[in-house]
C-alpha cells in the first residue's frame, strides 16, 4: 500500500479545510439571504414602498432617501453614459429605480431582488416604454447562473447585510458572468456602526432588522486582491446623508 507525503497529507486537509470554509460561506449567505426575503416582504414592506415613492416620511427616513438618492447617482455615473446593446444586472434592484434609469440610458438591464413584493411593485412603478431600453424584472438569487453574463453589475446597498467573507464570496461569483465591471456598495466602518452592530449581536431581537455589517476598506481591499486577484479596485466614494452612510467601489477586469 503506498503512502503519502507529508505535504501531500498537508496539502489534502488544507483542501478540505478549505472546502468547508467554502460551504460555511456558502450557508452563512444563503440563510442571510433568506432572511432578508422574509423582512423586506412582511415586516419592512410598506416602510421600503414610501421610502423608495415620493410620499411624505419622517425626518430620519428623509435623510435616508435623500443619501440612496445620492449614491444612486454615483452608481449610474460609474456605468457608460450610452448603454444601448448593453447587458446590466441590478443585483438588490428593490423597487426598482435603478434599474428604470439605466433601461431609460438604453441598457438591456435584469432587475432581480429576493423580495418578490418589491419587485411586482418595480413592476408597477415601471414606464411602458424606455426608448432602446429593455427591462427583465426577476424575483430570486442575484448570483443564479442561469441569469447569464452581463457588461456591468450593480449591486446598490444590496450586500451591506453580510459578513465580509460572504460579501467577497458573492462579488467573486459575480465576476464569472461579468466582462467590464461591478459596481457595488459596503456599509464602512465607523465607531458608530461598529458599536450598532456589537451591540445587536450582544442583544439580539426577533423581530430586529437584518443587520447592517460595518466593513473596513482596508480588509474589504486584501479580501478582494486575495479571492479575485484577476479584478482590482478602480475607484470608491462615501456617501454620508443623516442616518444613511454606504461606500460605492468600483471593481474591473484587469488588463
Known amino acids: 500500500m503506498a503512502t503519502r507525503s507529508p505535504e501531500a497529507l498537508e496539502a489534502g486537509f488544507l483542501a478540505r479545510e478549505d472546502d468547508r470554509a467554502r460551504v460555511s460561506v456558502t450557508r452563512g449567505y444563503e440563510d442571510r439571504r433568506e432572511a432578508l426575503a422574509t423582512y423586506f416582504d412582511s415586516?419592512?414592506?410598506?416602510?421600503?414602498?414610501?421610502?423608495?415613492?415620493?410620499?411624505?416620511?419622517?425626518?430620519i427616513r428623509a435623510t435616508v432617501r435623500a443619501g440612496r438618492d445620492e449614491m444612486r447617482g454615483v452608481l449610474l455615473d460609474w456605468?457608460?453614459?450610452?448603454?444601448?446593446?448593453?447587458?446590466?444586472?441590478?443585483?438588490?434592484?428593490?423597487?426598482?429605480?435603478l434599474t428604470i434609469a439605466a433601461a431609460c440610458r438604453g441598457a438591456e438591464i435584469t432587475g432581480i431582488d429576493v423580495a418578490g413584493g418589491l419587485?411586482?411593485?418595480?413592476?408597477?412603478?415601471?414606464?411602458?416604454?424606455?426608448g432602446h431600453g429593455?427591462?427583465?424584472?426577476?424575483?430570486?438569487?442575484?448570483l443564479d447562473p442561469s441569469l447569464g453574463d452581463f457588461a456591468h453589475v450593480v449591486a446598490m446597498d444590496s450586500l451591506i447585510h453580510y459578513e465580509i467573507e460572504d460579501l467577497v464570496d458573492a462579488l467573486a461569483k459575480l465576476t464569472e458572468r461579468t466582462k467590464v465591471s461591478i459596481v457595488f456598495t459596503f456599509a464602512p466602518f465607523t465607531r458608530m456602526l461598529g458599536a450598532?452592530?456589537?451591540?445587536?449581536?450582544?442583544?439580539?431581537?426577533?423581530?430586529?432588522?437584518?443587520?447592517?455589517?460595518?466593513?473596513?476598506?482596508?480588509?474589504?481591499?486584501?479580501?478582494?486582491?486575495?479571492?479575485?486577484?484577476?479584478?482590482?479596485?478602480?475607484?470608491?466614494r462615501r456617501v454620508a446623508s443623516g442616518f444613511y452612510t454606504s461606500q460605492a467601489m468600483e471593481i474591473v477586469k484587469r488588463g
Open 43 to 59: 415586516t419592512a414592506r410598506q416602510a421600503w414602498i414610501d421610502l423608495t415613492s415620493d410620499v411624505k416620511v419622517s425626518g
Open 79 to 97: 456605468l457608460p453614459a450610452d448603454l444601448r446593446r448593453t447587458r446590466v444586472l441590478d443585483a438588490g434592484c428593490g423597487t426598482g429605480a
Open 119 to 130: 419587485v411586482d411593485v418595480a413592476r408597477e412603478r415601471a414606464p411602458s416604454f424606455t
Open 134 to 142: 429593455r427591462i427583465w424584472w426577476k424575483s430570486g438569487d442575484m
Open 196 to 236: 450598532m452592530h456589537k451591540f445587536g449581536k450582544v442583544f439580539p431581537k426577533s423581530d430586529r432588522s437584518p443587520a447592517i455589517v460595518p466593513i473596513a476598506e482596508s480588509d474589504l481591499r486584501m479580501h478582494l486582491s486575495e479571492r479575485i486577484p484577476s479584478w482590482e479596485v478602480k475607484r470608491t
